[in-house]
């Protein structure tokens, strides 16, 4: 079945940064184009970033445009998400989502699967 694990969260202070890595399995990710989002405690799931299948599309929210920058490996079924600059703002759980249509994709109910979630806590 689909897995989708997330790695790389933790705590940084503020302007640092972070790799998220999400290896996925049990489909064929490179025909699949890819998704990270964010949620906080008592908020819906927010949107982050988006790649096409092949990389060649991205996509991002206004608030992370410059700091966040998401890319895939298919060689190695994995998509990133390097985050700069990180600021308390960022803090989030980070969840990484495949999506059911074929270019990018920023609402939550175009992806069908979802990873467990990593913490990103950013202090000032």
């Known amino acids: 079945q689909v897995q989708l694990i997330e790695t790389g969260g933790g705590s940084v202070q503020a302007g640092g940064s972070l790799r998220l890595s999400c290896a996925a399995s049990?489909?064929?990710?490179?025909?699949?184009?890819m998704g990270w989002f964010r949620q906080t405690p008592g908020k819906a799931r927010e949107f982050v970033a988006a790649?096409?299948?092949?990389?060649?599309?991205?996509r991002y929210a206004d608030s992370v445009k410059g700091r966040f920058t998401i890319s895939r490996s298919n060689a190695y079924n994995t998509v990133y998400l390097q985050i700069d600059g990180l600021k308390p703002e960022d803090t989030a759980v980070y969840y990484c989502?495949?999506?059911?249509?074929?270019?990018?994709?920023?609402?939550?109910?175009?992806?069908?699967?979802w990873g467990q979630g990593t913490q990103v806590t950013v202090s000032s």
């Open positions: 989502a495949r999506a059911i249509v074929g270019n990018v994709a920023v609402a939550s109910r175009l992806y069908d699967s």
């Open positions: 049990g489909y064929s990710f490179s025909a699949f184009s």
């Open positions: 790649i096409s299948w092949n990389g060649d599309t991205t």
